[in-house]
């Protein structure tokens, strides 16, 4: 890998889409195993400038900005809250803005680098409401004037907060005073609003890292209580992470993590996180160590100690810890690119645990009211629980499953009629397809190899080999199809992706189908919704543009975590649990019956919820329950 060429897979180019897709695909996982993504370093340079800008431009924002606290005396910014507090209105505001996660060629924009504000205040663009035919005056999916005003009132809110001087408040402790609570509030509540017109900005603020604070900062009047619920949010934020990655995903995410990181060079310690490359792409012994002794450990003790500790020495070895994992997780580039946060929590960490110090007097015992804590743990744990149990209610980002590999994601499939152009031509947006980004440098040849290395990557997870063997049953043949990462397309429809395949489900296509106007059988996404905590079955839907969900059903983690990422026994055992009546896949595989009507949940023709006890489980072979294809 050069510093401005890409790290090419082996073959000619021009060649890559005369190869059986499977084999493509094959290629490219075990490409990617030693060069990850493959792209030019000074993609990572990219975003060392951009690091480097937002600290300069935090570090200007807090010294100018507050009178009592010196620009160049760092030290007197010690223990004063207010720093914090501008520093993550800071963070935010790039946040919201699109400039922090889901910015730049790691999270597949090219030219322009940016969606975020690009679409958010342009009227006609895709708006997403998560209940439209539940809250009054958020009907439709086309972006309005109002809708852009409100974009920039928020935006507005957050400039506001950041260039006005503290204020002496009832919760003011110090000179340079805390920022003014009316503030703070309005920005809670503008930013609800907005989240009932489109989810996609409530999501990209990161609602569950910094609304709680910003609300508690907002409303209470002792300064201790505001540090507590600091404390508390990030330690809830850290024990997220780690419970979500128990389970079978988590060891896949750090295999294609690692594999990724730029500075990773060994090509035997990227072999060795792999139980036999090329053939066997499973997690090793050493993948697993280091996904649940280098993170879940990590994630689930040290957040307690910070929590509970009040021996000085304790406390600043577990800070030490802390800032080392967000540091390591900084240098490895996870696609999307959550750096800024990161960036935060590196000073974040000992600014509050040790400027705070729980032996002080900031320990969870000193809260002013035991009623302020339990408002606390509600707000800060039932989107977390329910996202858990229900995770089809909650999205994977407010249920604390960061880098989890436990997320809502899909597949998308487009016709190789000129079908996937129809994004281009049909939608108001402000960025074109990938295709056309990436062909402008490298050329169309180049650019469908790092697509669909993009698709590899989904099949070196979980779900994405369930979306393979779905679309191999319902494509008449994969070969008549570009294949993409649900992710990147989401990204051009949308202006930010983060992960989160609820931005790009069944009614995300249905407004796109309403501009684009396919034809049944042109656009085809395989979709799987987030494994919930207390079973292995995952549900997923098949949808045709042109059609709406034309299948349900769910299948086993267990038996997707055992295949190879191109799934050379065929499609997995799934289940079907409701079929669209008149519908047949059109795959050449060996197709299962819907559940009969009434076995199921839901209304007759179509069940709401197709969970895995909609169906009693009965004498397949081995065990498994009837009506499952098994390729």
Request: hydrophobic share 45%; proline share 7%.
């Amino acid at each position: 890998m050069g510093f401005k060429t890409p790290d090419m897979p082996p073959g000619d180019p021009a060649e890559f889409e005369s190869t059986p897709v499977m084999d493509r695909l094959r290629m490219l996982a075990t490409h990617w195993t030693e060069y990850g993504f493959g792209g030019p370093k000074q993609m990572h340079a990219l975003y060392i400038v951009k690091t480097v800008l937002f600290v300069l431009g935090g570090w200007l924002i807090v010294g100018v900005t507050t009178p009592g606290i010196g620009l160049t005396d760092l030290s007197a910014w010690w223990g004063e809250l207010i720093v914090y507090e501008k520093l993550m209105v800071w963070t935010v505001l790039w946040e919201i803005t699109g400039h922090a996660a889901s910015w730049g060629p790691l999270a597949f924009k090219f030219g322009p680098m940016i969606g975020g504000w690009r679409y958010w205040t342009k009227p006609g663009t895709l708006r997403l409401p998560p209940y439209p035919g539940r809250v009054p005056g958020t009907a439709g999916d086309a972006r309005s004037l109002f809708d852009v005003g409100l974009y920039l009132v928020l935006v507005a809110n957050l400039l506001f907060l950041l260039v006005t001087p503290g204020v002496q408040n009832a919760a003011a402790y110090s000179e340079a005073g805390l920022l003014p609570g009316w503030a703070l509030i309005s920005y809670v509540a503008l930013l609800l609003v907005m989240g009932f017109r489109d989810k996609v900005v409530f999501l990209a603020s990161r609602p569950e890292q910094y609304a709680v604070c910003l609300l508690a900062f907002g409303v209470l009047a002792s300064h201790v209580d505001m540090v507590l619920i600091a404390k508390i949010a990030m330690v809830t934020i850290w024990l997220g992470a780690g419970v979500s990655k128990f389970g079978h995903h988590f060891s896949l995410v750090v295999q294609a993590m690692m594999s990724n990181t730029p500075w990773l060079t060994s090509k035997r310690f990227k072999r060795s996180l792999y139980r036999d490359p090329p053939n066997d792409l499973r997690p090793s012994r050493t993948a697993l160590g280091w996904a649940h002794v280098g993170g879940t450990v990590v994630e689930l003790t040290l957040p307690l100690v910070l929590l509970f500790s009040t021996n000085p020495t304790l406390t600043w070895l577990a800070i030490a810890g802390m800032v080392l994992f967000h540091v390591f997780i900084y240098s490895t580039y996870p696609l999307a690119v959550p750096l800024e946060w990161n960036v935060l929590f590196v000073f974040v960490t000992p600014f509050l645990f040790g400027g705070f110090f729980a032996g002080d007097g900031y320990g969870v015992t000193d809260f002013s009211s035991g009623w302020i804590l339990a408002a606390a743990l509600v707000l800060l744990l039932t989107g977390p629980i329910l996202g858990n149990l229900k995770p089809e209610w909650v999205s994977f980002l407010i249920s604390m499953r960061q880098y989890a590999g436990n997320w809502a994601s899909g597949t998308m499939a487009f016709r190789m009629n000129g079908a996937e152009d129809k994004l281009d031509t049909g939608l108001t947006k402000t960025l074109r397809t990938q295709r056309q980004q990436l062909t402008d440098l490298y050329g169309s040849d180049v650019a469908e190899i790092f697509l669909q290395k993009c698709v590899a990557f989904r099949s070196m997870h979980s779900h994405g080999r369930a979306h393979l063997s779905l679309l191999q049953r319902h494509l008449d043949q994969l070969e008549n199809y570009r294949l993409r990462e649900g992710e990147v397309v989401c990204t051009v429809l949308v202006g930010w992706q983060f992960g989160d395949g609820h931005l790009f489900d069944e009614r995300t296509i249905a407004a796109v189908q309403r501009r684009c106007h396919f034809e049944p059988g042109e656009f085809v996404l395989a979709w799987t919704e987030s494994q919930p905590i207390h079973t292995t079955r995952v549900r997923y839907k098949v949808v045709d543009a042109a059609l709406g969900v034309v299948e349900l059903g769910d299948y086993d983690v267990r038996d997707a975590v055992a295949e190879q990422p191109w799934i050379p026994n065929g499609p997995i055992p799934h289940r079907v649990t409701w079929r669209m009546p008149g519908y047949e896949p059109a795959g050449d595989f060996v197709h299962p019956e819907p559940i009969p009507e009434g076995a199921g949940t839901g209304p007759k023709n179509r069940p709401d919820d197709p969970g895995s006890g909609s169906r009693a489980e009965g004498s397949g072979p081995e065990g498994r329950p009837d009506g499952m294809v098994t390729g």
